[in-house]
């Protein structure tokens, strides 16, 4: 008899890691359903729609459950309580120690999980491309926080200070799955903040 309901002891938290670290190894295109219900437990297809609707819609709640487990070191960039040169520094680090971690898959999933969708799949692109934008502009507003205390020139061209950090941030990913240890990420990350200090005038 073919099974109708989610199994007993279905366990939905546990359903969505297992989700998460498909998506997050794999990409969401790749990903497909066979390998979401067998990681899942080997649940029915039926099961599956019950629980989540839809692998789309599956894939914005794995993107948000990211958000607020391993996709947190980004919290820090909103904190307004901290040096914004801290601020920026402390996200790294952390970026650094999270993406290097060898208890789920290496890299970031908002980096790398929608780099092989084809155009029927460009939702999924714009979801990351979102959570993305959305932590360039947290950095541009800590640059422009140290702009307005005066610890940085006030001719300091502030986008492209934050277009640097937030690339070497996205950076951290592609190079932690090329095999960069948490140390010489570590270095790196000295070095992009050496930059800090560095004035770049805005254009005339």
Known sequence: MARTGRPRG???????????????EHGYEPTT???????????SPTSFYAAFGSKEALFREVVERYRVTHGSVTDILR???????????????????????VSHPIGCL?????????PENQFAADVLS???????????KQV???????????????????????????GIAASARDGASREELERAVSLAMASWSVSLPTEQ
């Open 10 to 24: 279905f366990d939905r938290d546990a359903a969505l890691d297992a989700a998460m670290h498909l998506f997050w």
């Open 33 to 43: 359903l066979n390998l979401l219900k067998e990681a899942m437990g080997g649940i």
């Open 79 to 101: 904190d307004e309580s901290l040096p914004p040169r801290e601020v920026v520094e402390t996200c790294l680090r952390r970026s650094v120690a999270m993406q290097t971690d």
């Open 110 to 118: 908002v980096t790398q999980a929608a780099t092989n969708c084809g």
């Open 130 to 140: 979102a959570e993305r934008r959305a932590n360039f502009e947290a950095i541009f």
């Open 144 to 170: 422009e926080r140290d702009i307005a205390s005066g610890h940085t020139p006030p001719d300091t061209d502030a986008h492209a200070v934050a277009t640097f950090f937030s690339t070497f941030m996205v």
